[in-house]
Structures are given as C-alpha cells and as structure tokens.
C-alpha cells in the first residue's frame, strides 16, 4: 500500500525536463547531453586503441619475417604493387560459362564446324594451297640439258603461268579453248572483293570454332572436378586451354 500511496504522490510532481542550450549560445547547436558525449567519447578511444594497436605492431614487426604475401608483390617507387596474374578466361568466355551449359556449347560448336566445312568447299582454299612451299623436280642425263632447261618449255605453258599452282593450261589449250567467265576488269575486281570477304568469314569462324572447344574443356573439366577423387593440378588454366588435373587411379568394381 506504501508504494501505491509513493507513486500516487509522484503523479502531480513538476516534470523535470534537461536543460536546453541559452539562447547567446544558439549559434553552436543543440547543447549535448551525457548520452551524446558517451556516445562520442567511445568512439575517440576505439580509434586511439586502434592506433596504439598499430603502432605497438609496426614497432614489434620482425624485418626478416617471412609471409606468403611476398611472392607475389614487389616494390615500385617505395609502394608495395600487387602482381596482377594472368587472365585464365576472357570476359567473353566468362559470360558464356555462367549462362549456357556444355550441351549448348558443343551445340554451337558443331554447328560452326559445319558451316566451316562448308565454306571451304566454296573457296576450295586455292590461294592458301599457293603459299606452300611446294617442290617440282626435273630429271636430266647432261649438263647441257640442264643449262639449256626452260621451266615454261618443259611445262608446256606460257611464262606468265608458270608460278601458278593451279589451273595452269597447256598452250593448246589456251589456242583452242575460249576464254570463259568474266573479262571486264571491274567485274574482276567485285569478285576479287567478295572472294576476300569470304576468307575473312571463313577465319572468323575458325577462330571462333577454336573458342568454343575450348569453353567447352573448361566445362567438362569443371564437371569432373566435382568428382570427390583426390587429384593434383599439374598445369594452369590459360586462355585457350584448359587446367590439367592428375586423378588418383581408383579401381572400379
């Protein structure tokens, strides 16, 4: 009954409130109170005692002290430079790992074979087969023989044919035969430019068919690491080829 009656009593008690800042001393703001001044005094001696941390650990550091981090940086200019390593996968390869799986790529990868083929029985690769060193040997019983030897006589061609690999007539046939396909010199030059077009295609998708068989060994070496085999890297993952693991043997039942 005693606390009833106190706390009765407290009920018609003025309300202490704190004090606000005066009115000359409005320009600087609320007037901080105790719980402001906790809050701030903390946070200034975390920061010291994070800066006698340091400091204690800068003093006690062992120069001679070995850690793994040195491998792989160096100084430059007084600054300690991270070495950037060596991108395993371009940002291309990247995007094409994380969206699309091994099926849709060997898909893709097929489909460019094909298509490659394809070409190269269009352009026959003529102008490519030119540039090999290829080897024509001649037979002689004298010295004569072999001084008096012309390439175009022996070859039964014109002069203006003999470095010609390919499609290179006998001189009956360029008296007998007509001259077929196009003779207008800007028609040659069109066709000229679309041939080499075709060639550009044909790189293109050769490099690209090379790109995606080697996203999809990246894959499939991704897949078989999931195997709970014990293995051991042997060779790094590059660009164009995928990382090389060595499997514990495991006998199958």
């Given at each position: 009954m005693a606390a009833a009656f106190k706390k009765a009593g407290k009920a018609g008690q003025r309300e202490h409130r704190e004090r606000a800042q005066l009115g000359c001393r409005k320009h600087l703001g609320i007037l901080e109170k105790k719980k402001d001044y906790k809050l701030r005094a903390d946070d200034y001696h975390k920061k010291q005692n994070a800066l006698r941390a340091l400091r204690r650990k800068a003093q006690e550091k062992n120069p001679d002290e070995f850690y793994f981090k040195m491998t792989r940086v160096r100084l430059q200019d007084g600054v300690h430079v991270i070495?950037?390593?060596?991108?395993?996968?371009?940002?291309?390869?990247?995007?094409?790992?994380?969206?699309?799986?091994?099926?849709?790529?060997?898909?893709?990868?097929?489909?460019?074979?094909?298509?490659?083929?394809?070409?190269?029985?269009?352009?026959?690769?003529?102008?490519?087969?030119?540039?090999?060193?290829?080897?024509?040997?001649?037979?002689?019983?004298?010295?004569?023989?072999?001084?008096?030897?012309?390439?175009?006589?022996?070859?039964?061609?014109?002069?203006?044919?003999?470095?010609?690999?390919?499609n290179r007539p006998t001189l009956e046939t360029l008296q007998k035969a007509t001259i077929q396909g196009a003779t207008n010199p800007a028609l040659l030059k069109k066709l000229a430019r679309q041939r080499k077009n075709r060639y550009n295609l044909l790189r293109q998708r050769i490099e690209r068919e090379r790109e995606l068989f080697a996203i999809a060994q990246k894959l499939q070496v991704r897949k078989d690491l999931l195997d709970k085999t014990q293995k051991v890297k042997v060779k790094k993952e590059t660009v164009n080829q995928p990382a090389i693991y060595k499997f514990q043997f495991k006998r199958k039942r």
């Open positions: 070495k950037q390593e060596e991108e395993e996968t371009t940002l291309e390869q990247q995007k094409l790992m994380k969206t699309q799986d091994l099926k849709y790529i060997e898909m893709k990868r097929v489909a460019e074979a094909k298509k490659i083929e394809r070409l190269k029985l269009e352009l026959h690769l003529l102008e490519a087969a030119g540039k090999h060193p290829n080897k024509h040997t001649f037979f002689f019983d004298t010295k004569k023989e072999v001084q008096r030897f012309d390439i175009a006589t022996q070859l039964n061609t014109a002069p203006e044919l003999v470095e010609r690999v390919y």
